[in-house]
T-cell receptor, first 118, second 115 residues
Framework: GAVVSQHPSWVICKSGTSVKIECRSL??????MFWYRQFPKQSLMLMAT?????????EQGVEKDKFLINHASLTLSTLTVTSAHPEDSSFYIC??????????????FGPGTRLTVT | AQKITQTQPGMFVQEKEAVTLDCTYD???????LFWYKQPSSGEMIFLIY??????QNATEGRYSLNFQKARKSANLVISASQLGDSAMYFC????????????FGQGTELSVKP
């Protein structure tokens, strides 16, 4: 099956610093990538949808200046949490959709990145 | 309004028995897909089963089957012959085809399998 990687798998940073999370599709081209965040014992909340070469579309209530998303190539999307604060501590998961997707279930999840802001 | 609703925060099942996890959805899009994912404590999202809105038959994948009742807008997951390794969070999700392909998730159900 298709593989999506995320780096780093976990990160601890100090309040006020920025953190970049990478999401890569390893063996397929992803025209669309999705970023989710998940708090403990809660559901996945969609933050934004990014398409290669265009600006990300953010869900209502998500601060686009705080969560910068760049989908520079068909295999890489990055999420940068700027000026991180403790309330940004969460599990961030990316998902990539195959360029050949005709529907169905051609959508693959990364293993997630656990961010802790101290 | 909630698009995907899972009303069972937690469920217990005896090993080797079957269990049904409930999921209801709300959409006006005639073309949509319904998914079930398993999330163990490691956090990875494991795809289990998919049902398209136009599929005539209920989807099945090994021990997993999806009880799709379109008129009732429900898509319950049935796990047969539960195993200890089935203990995890289970999420129902929907993708509406006029919404750019994004998946919207339900609240999740935590399943615990007892030996």
């Amino acid at each position: 099956g298709a593989v999506v990687s995320q780096h780093p798998s976990w990160v601890i940073c100090k309040s006020g610093t920025s953190v970049k999370i990478e999401c890569r599709s390893l063996d397929f081209q992803a025209t669309t990538m999705f970023w989710y965040r998940q708090f403990p014992k809660q559901s996945l909340m969609l933050m934004a949808t990014s398409n290669e070469g265009s600006k990300a579309t953010y869900e209502q209530g998500v601060e686009k200046d705080k969560f910068l998303i760049n989908h520079a190539s068909l295999t890489l999307s990055t999420l940068t949490v700027t000026s991180a604060h403790p309330e940004d501590s969460s599990f961030y998961i990316c998902s990539a959709r195959s360029q050949q997707a005709t529907g169905g279930y051609e959508q693959y999840f990364g293993p997630g990145t656990r961010l802790t802001v101290t | 309004a909630q698009k995907i609703t899972q009303t069972q925060p937690g469920m217990f099942v005896q090993e080797k028995e079957a269990v049904t996890l409930d999921c209801t959805y709300d959409t006006s899009d005639p073309s949509y897909g319904l998914f079930w994912y398993k999330q163990p404590s490691s956090g990875e999202m494991i795809f289990l089963i998919y049902q398209g809105s136009y599929d005539q038959q209920n989807a099945t994948e090994g021990r997993y089957s999806l009880n799709f009742q379109k008129a009732r807008k429900s898509a319950n997951l049935v796990i047969s012959a539960s195993q200890l390794g089935d203990s995890a969070m289970y999420f129902c999700a929907m993708r509406e085809y006029n919404q750019g392909g994004k998946l919207i998730f339900g609240q999740g159900t935590e399943l615990s399998v007892k030996p």
